[in-house]
C-alpha cells in the first residue's frame, strides 16, 4: 500500500466509525517506495517531500480559500487510499504509443466542503483541490508554497506582468535571490540537493493559471491573476485588463481544481520521459479518431520570401501553390498560411490575390492539406461564423495567437476554441500563450502551442542560442509538445550572427537544426525555412522529409540541463531516430544502441562536418552499420548536432 500499515488501519477504523477528526502525519508514497509525502492538517495544510529517504523540501503550506467554504479550524472529515496500474492509449502520440499510469492516491475530505488530493508516482507528486460547494461562489485565494534548500540552483523563466508570451529565457539563479520582485511563469526547474524538481500545472480549466513569486530564503509560492473586471482593447490583436477583481475565479457547483506538479528526476535526461502533466490531465470526451500529426511548412518566419521562381512572391496564390508543391514533393502533410491572407479585423475579408477555395482544392489534389492563422480577438468575434466558413474551404487546422493571458476568463476561451474546432474537426496550434497544462489527453485537437522563445526570434535577434536550446528539453518541453518551429538552413556560428528577417539565420549547425526533429516535441511540427532553400538541399530533405511528429517509443540516452541532450525515438514505421544537440562547447558522447531489438541495422547519419566550427552549415552524411552491442560515437562542433536514422537490415 501508499502508507504505512499502521497509518493504513488506524484509517480505515476512522473511515468505519465515521469519526471526524485528524489523523496526522498521512503519509503517501510512489510505487517503488523511494518518494513519500507527509501531510499534516491544522491551521493549515503542510507538506513535506523525501526522496531515496532524504528530505528534498521543508515544511510548506497550501490551502484553498472560497467564499462558501465553512469557516472554523480545519478538521479531516475522512480520507482513504488507493492505487492504480495501467496502460493508457493516447489519442495522439508524443512521446510514446502507450503510457503507463502506475501511482498511489490519497484523498482528504475536510469539514468545510474542500477534498485534497494527491498522487505519488516514481517521478513526482502532485496535488489539487476539489470543492462540493453548490450554487455560486468564488474562489478568493489560493496557497500553493513550495520551500526548497536556499543553495540549489533554478532555470527561472522570469516575467515583468501577468500579461505575457510566456516566451523567456530560463535565468539560472541561486534559489535563495528568487524574491517578490521575480515572477515567473511555469515549468519552472530546480536542482534541489543534487535532484532536478520541475514545477508545472495540469488539468487547468475554469481558473486562472500559476506563476511563482519567490521570498528570498528558499520559500516560492504560486500566484494568480484575479478575475478580469476592466479590459480595453489596445489593437487588432490586444485586450489589456486595466483592473481586477478581488478574487481569482467564479464557480458554480462542485469543481475540480488543477494539479499542481513536482517533477522529481534524479538524472536530467529522466525529465525527457516524464509524463505526469498527460497523466494529469481528465480524458478527452468524444471522437477524435480524425486527427491527423504531420509536418508543417510554413510561411511567416521568411515573410513569403521565396526565389528562384517564375512569379512575383509575396502573400498571393501562386506562393502558396508553390508552398503546396513542395510540401507535396517531400510528403509534408499541411501548409499552413499565417497572417497576411485575411484582415485581421474580418477573417471573411480576403487578401487581394488570395483565393482560399482554390488553393484548398489545389492542396487537396497534392496530398496537402491546409492551416489557417487568426488572432484570438477576432476570432472571439466570428467564432462560430468563420470555422463554418473555414469547414466549407476545407480547411483542417487554425493558428490562434496573441492571447497573451490565462486568467479564468482567457483560460475558459482555450476551452471554447478548442471544443469548436474539434466540432468541424480542425486542429488548433495556440500562440502568444501559456504553457500546455495535458491538452493532448483533454483536447487532443490541441496539438501543439507555443508559451516558448523560439526559432521566430531568430528573425530578430541573436537570443536563440545552442545553450537555450539545450535547455528547452527540460523545462518548457516537459509540460507538452511546444511549437519552437525548427528547421532554419541559414546557420552560423555566434560571431557571424546577422538580423535579417526575410531570410533569417540561426545560430548553431545545420545538424543543430535537424536534430530537433528528434529532440523536441510537437505533433504539427513546423518546417520555418523558404522552401527555395529545402529544394537546394535534396540530402537533407532525405531526413527532414520522413522525419515523424509523433513517436511510438522515447528512449533519453545523456544529458546535462543547459549543455547537451541525446535521446532515441522510434518512429510509427518502425525506424529509430537519434537526435543530439550541444551548447557552445565542443562535444563527443558515446551512446549504446542497447534498446534496439537483436538484429542488424543500417545507420544513416548527418554529422557536423569538420569546418562546422567555422561555417555552421558544414555537414557530413554517412552510412554505417550495427547491432544491439554497437556504441554509437557523436561528434558535435560548437553549437553542433548530431541526427541518424537506424533501419533493420532483412
Not at 473511515?15 to 493549515?44: C, F, R, T
Request: charged content about 25%; proline content about 5%; overall charge neutral.
Amino acid at each position: 500500500m501508499s502508507i504505512t500499515k499502521s497509518l493504513a488501519a488506524a484509517g480505515l477504523l476512522l473511515l468505519q466509525a465515521g469519526i471526524i477528526h485528524a489523523q496526522q502525519p498521512y503519509q503517501l508514497q510512489s510505487p517503488d517506495g523511494k518518494i513519500k509525502v507527509e501531510i499534516s492538517v491544522s491551521d493549515s495544510v503542510y507538506y513535506t517531500v523525501h526522496v531515496d529517504g532524504k528530505a528534498l523540501t521543508d515544511k510548506a503550506a497550501i490551502g484553498l480559500q472560497t467564499s462558501a467554504a465553512k469557516a472554523g479550524p480545519l478538521k479531516v472529515k475522512s480520507w482513504k487510499t488507493s492505487g492504480t496500474d495501467a496502460i493508457l492509449e493516447p489519442i495522439v502520440w508524443q512521446k510514446s504509443k502507450t503510457i503507463t499510469d502506475k501511482h498511489n492516491h490519497m484523498r482528504i475530505d475536510l469539514t468545510n466542503g474542500l477534498s485534497l488530493e494527491w498522487r505519488a508516482y516514481n517521478e513526482g507528486i502532485a496535488w489539487h483541490w476539489l470543492s462540493s460547494h453548490k450554487g455560486n461562489y468564488t474562489v478568493l485565494a489560493e496557497q500553493a508554497g513550495f520551500r526548497f534548500d536556499p543553495q540549489g540552483r533554478s532555470w527561472y523563466p522570469q516575467e515583468d506582468e501577468f500579461f505575457s508570451h510566456n516566451e523567456r529565457l530560463y535565468k539560472n539563479y541561486r534559489i535563495d535571490s528568487i524574491d517578490q520582485r521575480k515572477l515567473a511563469s511555469l515549468p519552472a526547474l530546480f536542482d534541489v540537493k543534487g535532484v532536478k524538481v520541475l514545477l508545472t500545472e495540469s488539468d487547468l480549466f475554469n481558473y486562472p493559471g500559476m506563476w511563482l513569486r519567490g521570498k528570498g530564503d528558499g520559500r516560492l509560492g504560486g500566484v494568480f491573476p484575479a478575475y478580469p473586471k476592466e479590459k480595453k482593447i489596445t489593437s487588432d490583436r490586444d485586450e489589456k485588463v486595466t483592473a481586477r477583481e478581488n478574487y481569482l475565479a467564479r464557480v458554480n457547483g462542485p469543481q475540480s481544481f488543477p494539479w499542481r506538479i513536482m517533477m522529481i528526476a534524479r538524472e536530467d535526461k529522466d525529465l525527457l520521459a516524464n509524463q505526469l502533466p498527460y497523466l494529469l490531465a481528465r480524458p478527452a470526451k468524444g471522437d477524435y479518431s480524425w486527427i491527423k500529426p504531420g509536418k508543417v511548412q510554413w510561411d511567416w518566419w521568411h515573410y513569403n520570401n521565396v526565389y528562384n521562381v517564375d512569379f512575383e512572391s509575396g502573400i498571393n496564390n501562386a506562393t502558396y501553390k508553390y508552398y503546396i508543391d513542395v510540401a507535396a514533393k517531400y510528403g509534408i502533410e499541411y501548409v499552413l498560411l499565417d497572417e497576411g491572407w485575411c484582415d485581421t479585423r474580418d477573417l471573411l475579408k480576403l487578401k487581394p490575390g488570395i483565393d482560399i477555395a482554390e488553393l484548398s482544392a489545389y492542396a487537396k489534389s497534392k496530398g496537402v492539406d491546409l492551416l489557417l492563422w487568426s488572432s484570438w480577438l477576432v476570432l472571439d468575434k466570428q467564432l462560430d461564423t468563420a470555422l463554418d466558413q473555414f469547414r466549407k474551404w476545407g480547411i483542417k487546422g487554425i493558428k490562434v495567437d496573441f492571447m497573451q493571458r490565462d486568467d479564468q476568463e482567457m483560460v475558459n476561451y482555450y476551452e471554447r476554441v478548442a471544443k469548436a474546432a474539434a466540432a468541424r474537426h480542425m486542429l488548433v496550434d495556440f500562440h502568444g500563450a501559456y504553457k500546455p497544462t495535458g491538452w493532448l489527453r483533454s483536447m487532443p485537437n490541441v496539438m501543439t502551442s507555443e508559451g516558448v522563445f523560439g526559432n521566430e526570434i531568430s528573425k530578430f535577434a541573436g537570443s536563440i542560442t545552442p545553450e537555450h536550446t539545450a535547455t528547452l528539453p527540460f523545462t518548457r518541453m516537459a509540460a507538452g509538445p511546444m511549437d519552437f518551429t525548427p528547421g532554419g538552413m541559414v546557420n552560423v556560428q555566434k560571431d557571424q550572427f546577422a538580423v535579417v528577417p526575410a531570410e533569417p539565420n540561426t545560430l548553431g549547425t545545420r545538424c543543430n537544426q535537424m536534430a530537433m526533429y528528434v529532440v523536441f516535441e510537437s505533433p504539427l511540427q513546423m518546417l520555418c525555412d523558404i522552401p527555395t532553400h529545402y529544394l537546394r538541399e535534396p540530402e537533407c530533405m532525405q531526413f527532414l522529409g520522413p522525419v515523424p511528429a509523433v513517436w511510438q517509443q522515447t528512449v533519453p540516452l545523456q544529458s546535462k540541463v543547459g549543455d547537451y541532450v541525446a535521446i532515441a525515438r522510434q518512429a510509427p514505421n518502425g525506424n529509430w531516430y537519434v537526435g543530439a544537440m550541444t551548447d557552445w562547447s565542443e562535444r563527443e558522447l558515446d551512446v549504446k544502441l542497447d534498446f534496439l531489438p537483436a538484429g542488424n541495422y543500417k545507420v544513416s547519419v548527418w554529422k557536423d562536418g569538420v569546418n562546422a566550427n567555422k561555417n555552421a552549415k558544414d555537414y557530413k552524411m554517412e552510412t554505417l552499420s550495427a547491432t544491439n552491442a554497437t556504441n554509437l560515437h557523436i561528434k558535435m562542433a560548437k553549437g553542433g548536432g548530431y541526427v541518424a536514422v537506424i533501419e533493420a537490415v532483412k
